[in-house]
C-alpha cells in the first residue's frame, strides 16, 4: 500500500510549480538516445532456442519411447529364441536319458558284457579274462510294473483288515445276540422267580 | 492506522483534479481493497489447498500417482542344477512362463476364453472362467510352470482369435530328465516349493534370491517401459548348482539290475550302494521300488524317498567282518584260530544256531566267516572285553548318522551302554539286535576295504550347507583309523574266502571272473514293525569290495523278504557280481594280477 502510494506524490510536485512559476520551466534535457538494441534478432533468437528445445526435447523422448519399444520387442524375441533353445536342450536331455539309451541300443542288439579284458599295449599282456558276451549281465528294460510290490503288501494288508474288522463286527455282533439272549433268560428266571 | 491516514491526508489533493474518473470507478483506496480482498481470498483458497496436501494427507495423494503406470514385476532368480559327477543334469530348469488374464479385458469374452485355455494350456474350464471374470482384478494366475513354446503359442493364437487380456510372464520351470533314475536322492519340487530329496534339503543352497523390477510403463498391461520414469531394479540373485557324488550312468545299471533280482526272488524291495573306496564318495544308492520324479504324484508317498537312508534294518552275517576286524585289531585271534563249533551254543537262556544243521565242525576264524558261523563268531568274539565291541562298531559309524545332508537318515540302532548285556552282544556279534541303514552298512564295510581307516561317505562334490545348517560333502568329509592295516588286510583276504573257498564259501555267485573279490553275505531275520517280532521273514545281503589287495568300489546290497527263500548268497551274491563288474570296467580297472587268498578255512 505505502509503497505504490509513495512514489505518487513526488510525481505530482512538479505539476504543482508549473502552474506557479512559470520561469522554472526549462528544457529537460532530452535523454541520450540509448543504443536501440535490434529487438527482432533477440526474440528470433530467444524463440528459435524455445522452438528448438522444445522440438529437440519432443524428438529425443519420441527416439527414447521407440527404442524403449524396441528393446520390449528385442527382449521378448530374445524370450522365444532362449525357450526355444531350452525346450530343445530339454528334448536333447530326455534323448540322453539313460533309459532310452539303453532302449536303443537293445533295439540294435547290443548287450552288457559280463566281463571285459583288458589289454596292456606295452607290455602286450592281456589282464582280466574276456568271456563271451550274452544277455545275462543285461537288465532288462524299465518294465511296466503296474504296482510296486509294497503297495501289492499294503492293498492286501488293507483287505485282510478289512476282513478281519468284518469279522470282528460279526464276532460283536454274535455276543451281542448272546448277550440279548442271556438277558432274557435271565430275565424270564427273575420274573419266574418273582413269580414264585 | 496511522499509515492509513496519513495516506489519505497525501492522497487528498491528488483527487481534485480529475473528480470525473474518481466518479466512474469509485474510490482508489475502495479499489485497492476490494482487489487486495480478493487476491487475500484467492491466495487463501491456495493456501488451504497446499495445506490440505502437503500438511494433512501427503502420502495418499503420492501414493495414488504413483501408483498410475507404475508396474513392479518380480524378476526370478533362476534354481540351481542338480548335476551328476560328470555334470549330467539329474535336475535343471529353464524358462517356463506363467500364463496370466487381466480380468478387465477377458471379462466379456469370459467363457470363450476359458474353453480356449482349457483347450490349448489343459485347465480346468470352471476355474479358469472364475478367474477371467473376477471383480476388480487386473491380475490373475491362471497357469503356472508352463513350458515357455507352449505358453507362447497359446497365446499367440490367443491375439488371433481376438481374445484380449492374456499374457504370459517368466515362471522357471524344473525338469528331471532322467525320471526315475537317482529320484529317491534328487527328490522333486511341488508347486509351493520343494518337496523331498536334495531339494528339499538343499532347497536354501538351490534357490536364490528374486529380484524386482519397478518402473513407469505405458501401460500396466503391455509393461513398455517409459523412458526416464522411475526405474528401481534389484537384479536376482540366481541359485547355486548341487553337484553330486553320483555316476548316473552306473545309478541306472544298478537301478535296473537291483530291480530284475527284486523282481526275480519275488522281494518286497531293495536298495544297493556303490562307494568309491578310496574317497567315501558314493557312486550310486538306490532304492527299489522307487518313484519317476516326473509324476511323483503316481507313486505312493512311502516311495517317494530314499529308503535305504530312512528305513533301518538288522544286517545279519555281513556284521561279522566287523566283529572279527575289531577282535583282529586286539590281536585276540588271528585268521588261522582253530574254533571247534558245537552243535548249538547257549546265550541268555536261549540257544543260538547256524542257518545250516551241522555236528561239531572245526573250522578256522576264516573258516567261520567264509562259512558264516553264527556259533564261531559268538565263540570267537567271547575274548572282547565289556564296551569293547561296542566301541568298534560305534567308530565303525554303526548308531550315528552318516551325515550325507539329508535329515530323512534314521541313525539306527545300537544298543546304549546301559541297555547292553551279554546275551545282547552275541547276537550283535553276527548282525542281529541291531538296525542300521543301507549306507552306514556300506561305510563301514569300506573301512575294512580302505585299510582300516573309515571315511565318512559324502553325496556331494566339494561342499554345501543344507537347511538345518550342516555343511556336507567330499570337503569335509573325515578320516578316522578303525583298526589297523594288517587287521583291515586279514579281514579282506578272509572276506575272499567266501567267495572263492571252493568248499566252505557261502557266495561263489559274487565273484567276478579275473578279478580277487572280497565279500560277505548276510541273511538275516526282519523284525516286523507291527508286532516287534521276527516274522519270519529275511532280509538278504551281500556287501564288499574289489580289487582285494587294492580296492576300489565297495558295493552292499540288500534284498528284503525275497519271496523265493533264497539267502544272501543266491540272491544279492549275483547282483553284487555284476555291479562290481561293471563298475571296475567302466573306471577302467585292471585286475591286480596276485594269487588269491588260499588261508585255510578248516583244520
Given at each position: 500500500m505505502s509503497i505504490a502510494a509513495a512514489p505518487q506524490a513526488p510525481a505530482r510536485r512538479p505539476d504543482r510549480a508549473a502552474e506557479t512559476t512559470q520561469p522554472r520551466l526549462a528544457a529537460v534535457p532530452e535523454p541520450l538516445p540509448a543504443p536501440l538494441a535490434p529487438r527482432l534478432p533477440f526474440v528470433v533468437l530467444v524463440s528459435m532456442l524455445l522452438v528448438g528445445g522444445v522440438v529437440g526435447l519432443l524428438v529425443f523422448n519420441t527416439s527414447m519411447q521407440q527404442s524403449a519399444f524396441q528393446e520390449q520387442r528385442l527382449q521378448e524375441q530374445a524370450t522365444t529364441l532362449a525357450a526355444r533353445e531350452q525346450a530343445l536342450d530339454g528334448e536333447l536331455k530326455k534323448m540322453e536319458d539313460p533309459h532310452k539309451i539303453a532302449a536303443a541300443a537293445k533295439k540294435l542288439g547290443m548287450v552288457v558284457p559280463q566281463n571285459a579284458a583288458m589289454l596292456r599295449v606295452p607290455e602286450a599282456k592281456v589282464e582280466g579274462e574276456a568271456v563271451p558276451a550274452d544277455r545275462s549281465a543285461t537288465p532288462p528294460l524299465h518294465p511296466k510294473v503296474a504296482k510296486p510290490y509294497s503297495v501289492q503288501v499294503a492293498e492286501q494288508k488293507a483287505a485282510e483288515a478289512a476282513a478281519a474288522k468284518k469279522k470282528a463286527a460279526e464276532l460283536a455282533e454274535k455276543k451281542r445276540q448272546e448277550a440279548a439272549e442271556k438277558q432274557a433268560a435271565e430275565e424270564q428266571r427273575t420274573s419266574t422267580g418273582e413269580a414264585r | 492506522m496511522a499509515r492509513r491516514q496519513l495516506q489519505r491526508k497525501v492522497r487528498r489533493p491528488a483527487r481534485r483534479p480529475g473528480p470525473k474518473a474518481t466518479q466512474r470507478r469509485g474510490p482508489v483506496h475502495i479499489r485497492l481493497r476490494v482487489g487486495f480482498i480478493l487476491v487475500a481470498m484467492v491466495l487463501s483458497v491456495f493456501g488451504g489447498r497446499l495445506v490440505q496436501l502437503q500438511g494433512i494427507d501427503p502420502h495418499s495423494y503420492a501414493a495414488m500417482a504413483a501408483a498410475e503406470n507404475v508396474v513392479d514385476v518380480v524378476l526370478p532368480a533362476e534354481r540351481g542344477e542338480i548335476l551328476d559327477r560328470d555334470g549330467e543334469a539329474l535336475a535343471?530348469?529353464?524358462?517356463?512362463?506363467?500364463?496370466?488374464?487381466?480380468?478387465?479385458?477377458?471379462?466379456?469374452?469370459?467363457?470363450?476364453?476359458?474353453?480356449?485355455?482349457?483347450?490349448?494350456?489343459?485347465?480346468?474350464?470352471?476355474?479358469?472362467?472364475?478367474?477371467?471374470?473376477?471383480?476388480?482384478?487386473?491380475?490373475?494366475?491362471?497357469?503356472?510352470?508352463?513350458?515357455?513354446?507352449?505358453?507362447?503359442?497359446?497365446?499367440?493364437?490367443?491375439?488371433?482369435?481376438?481374445?484380449?487380456?492374456?499374457?504370459?510372464?517368466?515362471?522357471?520351470?524344473?525338469?528331471?530328465?532322467?525320471?526315475?533314475?537317482?529320484?529317491?536322492?534328487?527328490?522333486?519340487?511341488?508347486?509351493?516349493?520343494?518337496?523331498?530329496?536334495?531339494?528339499?534339503?538343499?532347497?536354501?543352497?538351490?534357490?536364490?534370491?528374486?529380484?524386482?523390477?519397478?518402473?513407469?510403463?505405458?501401460?500396466?498391461?503391455?509393461?513398455?517401459r517409459m523412458p526416464l520414469g522411475t526405474n528401481n531394479r534389484v537384479d536376482p540373485v540366481n541359485g547355486n548348482d548341487l553337484t553330486l557324488t553320483i555316476d548316473r550312468d552306473l545309478q541306472y545299471y544298478v537301478q535296473q539290475t537291483l530291480m530284475d533280482a527284486v523282481q526275480k526272488s519275488r522281494a518286497e524291495s531293495g536298495m544297493a550302494v556303490v562307494m568309491d573306496t578310496q574317497t567315501g564318495e558314493i557312486l550310486s544308492l538306490v532304492d527299489y521300488p522307487t518313484f519317476d520324479a516326473r509324476d511323483p504324484a503316481a507313486s505312493p508317498k512311502a516311495l517317494r524317498g530314499s529308503n535305504a537312508l530312512s528305513n533301518v534294518y538288522e544286517p545279519g552275517s555281513v556284521q561279522k567282518v566287523l566283529t572279527v576286524a575289531g577282535l583282529l585289531d586286539q590281536g585276540l585271534v588271528s585268521p588261522s584260530t582253530r574254533i571247534r563249533v558245537p552243535e548249538s551254543y547257549m546265550s541268555g537262556g536261549a540257544p543260538i544256531r547256524d542257518w545250516y544243521p551241522h555236528g561239531v565242525e572245526k573250522l578256522t576264524l576264516a573258516g567261520v566267516i567264509a562259512k558264516s558261523s553264527n556259533i564261531g563268531t559268538v565263540m570267537a568274539a567271547d575274548k572282547y572285553a565289556d564296551g569293547q565291541l561296542r566301541e568298534y562298531l560305534s567308530a565303525f559309524g554303526q548308531g550315528q548318522r552318516t551325515g550325507l545332508g539329508l535329515d530323512t537318515e534314521s541313525a539306527g540302532l545300537l544298543a546304549s551302554p546301559e541297555t547292553w548285556n551279554d546275551a545282547n552282544e552275541d547276537r550283535i556279534d553276527f548282525g542281529q539286535s541291531i538296525s542300521v541303514n543301507a549306507v552306514q552298512m556300506t561305510a563301514a564295510l569300506n573301512t575294512i576295504a580302505n585299510g582300516g581307516v573309515r571315511i565318512d561317505p559324502s553325496l556331494i562334490v566339494g561342499s554345501a550347507t543344507n537347511n538345518s545348517g550342516a555343511e556336507v560333502g567330499t570337503d569335509t568329509a573325515e578320516r578316522n583309523r578303525v583298526v589297523s592295516q594288517e587287521a583291515a588286510t586279514q579281514t579282506a583276504e578272509m572276506m575272499e574266502r567266501v567267495i572263492n573257498d571252493p568248499v566252505n564259501g557261502t557266495a561263489k555267485q559274487a565273484a567276478v571272473p579275473g578279478y580277487r573279490v572280497s565279500g560277505k553275505t548276510g541273511t538275516a531275520q526282519r523284525v516286523n514293525s507291527e508286532c516287534k517280532c521276527y516274522d519270519g521273514t529275511t532280509t538278504v545281503s551281500f556287501g564288499g569290495f574289489a580289487p582285494t589287495d587294492d580296492p576300489r568300489f565297495t558295493v552292499y546290497v540288500a534284498i528284503h523278504n525275497p519271496g523265493n527263500g533264497g539267502g544272501g548268497g543266491s540272491v544279492t551274491g549275483p547282483v553284487f557280481s555284476q555291479i562290481m563288474s561293471f563298475a571296475l570296467r567302466r573306471y577302467g580297472v585292471p585286475p591286480t594280477g596276485t594269487e588269491p587268498s588260499k588261508m585255510p578255512t578248516g583244520w
Open positions: - | 535343471d530348469s529353464s524358462d517356463g512362463l506363467m500364463v496370466l488374464a487381466d480380468p478387465k479385458q477377458t471379462k466379456k469374452d469370459a467363457p470363450a476364453i476359458a474353453a480356449f485355455l482349457a483347450k490349448e494350456l489343459g485347465v480346468d474350464y470352471a476355474s479358469a472362467l472364475a478367474k477371467l471374470r473376477k471383480d476388480g482384478s487386473r491380475f490373475q494366475y491362471i497357469k503356472r510352470q508352463v513350458p515357455a513354446t507352449q505358453a507362447t503359442a497359446a497365446v499367440e493364437k490367443a491375439g488371433k482369435e481376438g481374445f484380449q487380456g492374456l499374457w504370459t510372464s517368466r515362471d522357471p520351470l524344473r525338469n528331471y530328465p532322467n525320471g526315475d533314475v537317482a529320484a529317491n536322492l534328487v527328490g522333486f519340487m511341488g508347486n509351493d516349493g520343494p518337496l523331498a530329496g536334495l531339494e528339499a534339503a538343499f532347497d536354501k543352497h538351490l534357490a536364490g534370491k528374486d529380484g524386482h523390477a519397478e518402473y513407469d510403463a505405458t501401460s500396466p498391461v503391455s509393461g513398455t
